[in-house]
């Protein structure tokens, strides 16, 4: 018999201590390791002033956490954060707009003449990739410059884990882990980044409830449809001093209509296919600090912005090339895109949307970003229009507009404020972007799971709009 | 002797036990549960649950049925009309 290791002496050793001292060892050990760095602390760590900042710390946190004031606060936040979003991107916005439409894009033709280039392929070019990342920039540009260091700096003052902590219960209604507020947050600024940021969940069930919803969190590709929809539909019949008040209003209902959605399909999911025992749940609450300005607005212009941004730029370029040539090339006699538009046109009657809509839904899978111009290109370019409207753009470019001219268009398009009111229920209910997808696929290894993040979403946008748009059209609104 | 969801707002105590075990275990002590520390309640939430509790000079927010685990000794209060 060989003598034994000294590996499995030592593990025999620790076996029979084990028994002698039982699990208090253990106990015993954290015990001594904390009376020992409290005595270190006291003797090194001076505290002047801690004891005024604690209270205020206190104070603030009471108010935010109360049962009266807790949930208009974060309400009032939300709306405040949009509002000045908003506001503030209105007049950037238009500014980019004409510098890379108005300005930039003429001068591009005339270089391309200059240089003699064929007419499909300056066209291809200018008026299919160059324009739609031109789009992509001005609109989004700067809403993300003022939303994201705003969201930010909620997040330096150590905001958002109150908002987890205010909202925990109802996720734990709903069979969810705590940590999910977290990554329904994380969701807000991109769905790709939330359902990463969903490795902070241990349990593996939970997890994939996480995943599963990120996709209701309203993200930056989302926002500009939003707006758009809210400010000239909506925002403008309400009288002219609070039309970006109401914008704003309508915005946050949707964004509340996601965390709904959210809390709804969890508690479904938990109760049936994720069914388990939910687990346990702490959250530090790091104390407030004063948010570091400078340093907030670095980050968020250059991990953030300019991230998002690239990638936004990225996928537009292919799509505005793709919108480009369905608009350009013809067989028997229409566009490629006029034909799928009316192929789409029923089931987009049926939803309370049309056929341009979810063209524009399927060319934009690659990004968000690019629904709008996408719909306005489409709208100009397959549907007969007035002559004078028609003859605003040819075909298969992207175009910009004030905001009265988008809504003169999309009204000669047909359109109502059943088909706005539907745009942003579906702009939060339909399938993630294909970097979403495949995400969710590289985090699950599930062909299973990545099917029913993309389905879940697409089946209760046909669901909700179709029954809206029935009820809309039963009441006789439309 | 009782339990930390028991623990009523400006009452303070110290914690006695953790009936928790395996990871869970682990985890409340690596955030300062631990037999000896003085425990307050911080802050409610306007749903009821989960609540924060300032132990160690930092807050931390448990579920209920995770307070329950908890064992505590109140301690009498500093001005001592009553004793909950």
Redesign the interface.
Known sequence: MASPHPGTQLLQTAASLRGEFGAELN?RL??SY??ESARIASGAVSRTGQRARLSLD?TV??IL????L??PLMLLLLWGVFWLTIAGANVPSSMLASLTMDWGAPRLHALADLLQAPAWLSGFLIDGVYLAMAWVLSVMLPPMAIFFPLFTLLEDLGYLPRVA??L???F?RAGAH?KQALTMMMGYGCNAAGVVSTRIIDSPRERLIAILTNNFSICNGRWPTLILMGTIFIGAMAPAGLSSVIASGSVVATCLLGIAFTLAVSAVLSRTWLRGEAS????????YRPPRVLQTLYTSVIDRTLIVLGRAMVMAAPAGAVIWLIGNIHIGGASIAAHLVSALGPLGWLMGLNGVILLAYIVAIPANEIIVPSILMLTLTATSLEPSLAGMASPGVMVEFEDATVHQVLTAGGWTMLTAVNLMLFALLHNPCSTTILTIWKETKSLRWTAAATLIPLALGFAVCTVTAAVARALGWV | MTTLDRLSPGQRATITSLAAQGAERRRLMDLGFIPGVEIEVEMGNPLGDPRAFRLLGGVVALRREQAREIGIQVQPEETPTHVA
Do not use: A, I, K
Not at chain 1, 65 to 68: D, K, N
């Open positions: 106990d954290m015990e904390l009376e206190r946190d009471r956490t109360s049962r009266t807790g949930f902590f205010n925990d219960r109802l734990q705590g346990t749940f702490s959250l530090e609450l790091p104390p």
